[in-house]
């Protein structure tokens, strides 16, 4: 039988700025406009987090989407909820927290935490009409 | 020129339990929690379904959508809407009701009424937040 | 300055029927046709609580949202998610649980945890396309 | 013939925290808990404004809806969006920049721009599941 | 015991151009821009009914939402789905099809299939940005 | 690092009617159904452009979602939006503008404006539950 796929969605509300801190003011503005304004802007972040895998015979469940909740919760939205990723996130300190890099570094918290045999996927909502899919 | 998919989304609300018979009670309650209480409870299941292969250059479809909403509306929803998945549909006498083994017997269902040149993929939403997709 | 309407939304899962004890069965299958199928069917119902009153100039607040959240989650939630609501819930024992019904029985179950002063009215969703309010 | 509403829908994406800067930090904290972090989180804030009057038999407009979405974007979007609500809106200064209160100040904005013989509603969604009403 | 709201969601695909067909050509252009353009356009209209009063005992219904959803098919979904609004239905031979136009034709074509003691409101999304609401 | 996928999502609303120049009228209808309907009908089109590649470094974006805006707006929007796909859009003179077609013709057009090492898909909704994907 093939693989199938479980999908679980969460949501989380931060602010955030595009900032390269390896650019001048200058280039900054010129890269990110309105979205580095300096006292930062926000969205509600949604992000559903995609498993594949064999279907266990037992359970009928591929991962059991509560314990998915559970583990986005504690590894993704107790560190970016309610928070600016930019002062707050220890991987945003260098890191320009576009939703590409978010995407990223949500995948680099529960690729260890899902089990190997799993592919992982991450697809994050900046806002309805952008959002981003890694890996693609 | 590259294949083409066609989606199409239909819905029906049906009540199930997860429970696996060959396990004990104690067993399903300590897997399943509240989604296995006895007595059912329901969703408003909406199911998308993707046929991909060549465009017809007569008709300028890969398959009729009409065609397909009523191949799933025979099929699929004349057998779960306004069920109980476990008690009334045949599939599930043996089979755990979960959002997995849903879509799997969907896709059985209609895999062999689409053109076996046409690929063939099933979205199934138990809630906004939890959905499952097959074969991944 | 004029009163001011705080909406909070909930979801619970939960199977029921359309019937009415009071009639016989030709009566209730005649009334409500498929949705009075013996083994129940289910929805995914979504419960918009409004609350209207005077703004608090210290909070901001009509109500906190997390207080109108837990409260529903109390008082509505822990009595009807994932459960049957003719066989689980006392108060549809002898009441038919149509949208209608059950957007009074939450308006009632609701209104005297909320301050007198506050309006309430109910917004209940069985599917995307049927939904009910109460009061009108 | 009754009155007609016309409904414009337009987003804005800001950062904001709770905080009465008439309260000390202790009692900021106990109100708005995670919401009044000190480095901000945002919102991706979703305005409906309602416009209530006659038809116009010329138009069979009660406003046009492109001139309602010009004013908002003039008078809301330029001051609101990928801004700080708290340190770049002036009306927030010593405002608390809740769901209710940023629903009164562009109620307030929009006031002397539309026709004083129509009627004027602010609905402000801050999640999907959280959203206020002005005037209830 | 107050009255109780069932609203029923229904959708019909139509082409239509702003026009009216008592002002000049430049007029038209002037009020209506690219909403004017002589080869129609057109939407994914949603319609919204509803209806309010009170409710009957016996079924736990102010209206079947199935009679009700029969009834915008037979009147309303007949006349205008997949038609053009300004060349096909003979309402629009002179009234200009705005959203606002549209909705009060609705509310009339429904008006008196209605039991009188029952309030009626329509409620007519154009797009996801713009809607109308009769009488308001 | 593996490839990233960044989405736009833009809107046009248009007329269309199926029809084939090549058929007959009765092969048309035939075929086509009330989507034949000589007077045309029309849809509020959403259309997803996923652009897919490797990350830049420096920015953090794969290419930046303004840009992407812009570029739909100019190639896809400019041509369709309020527009008689039939009547005003040279591409559809001979073609019929079923939505698998359309999805093509925005495919042929944004594939010379985006840089060729990136991976370009075309998702277009017609309505909520009929949409293609291309390619797929």
């Given at each position: 039988?093939?693989?199938i796929a479980v999908y679980r969605k969460e949501h989380f509300n931060a602010a955030h700025r595009l900032h390269n801190p390896?650019?001048?003011a200058e280039e900054n503005a010129g890269l990110f406009g309105k979205c580095n304004l300096p006292n930062y802007h926000?969205?509600?972040?949604?992000?559903?987090v995609r498993v594949a895998g064999d279907l266990d015979p037992i359970t009928g469940y591929v991962i059991d989407t509560k314990t998915l909740s559970t583990l986005i919760k504690m590894e993704v939205l107790e560190r970016f909820d309610h928070r600016n990723l930019n002062l707050d996130v220890p991987e945003f300190k260098t890191l320009n927290p576009t939703a590409e890099n978010i995407a990223v570094v949500i995948y680099n918290l529960l690729r260890p935490k899902i089990d190997s045999k799993h592919d992982l996927k991450i697809t994050l909502?900046?806002?309805?009409?952008n959002f981003v899919e890694y890996p693609a």
């Open positions: 039988m093939s693989k390896a650019l001048s926000g969205h509600n972040y949604e992000v559903i909502y900046e806002t309805e009409r």
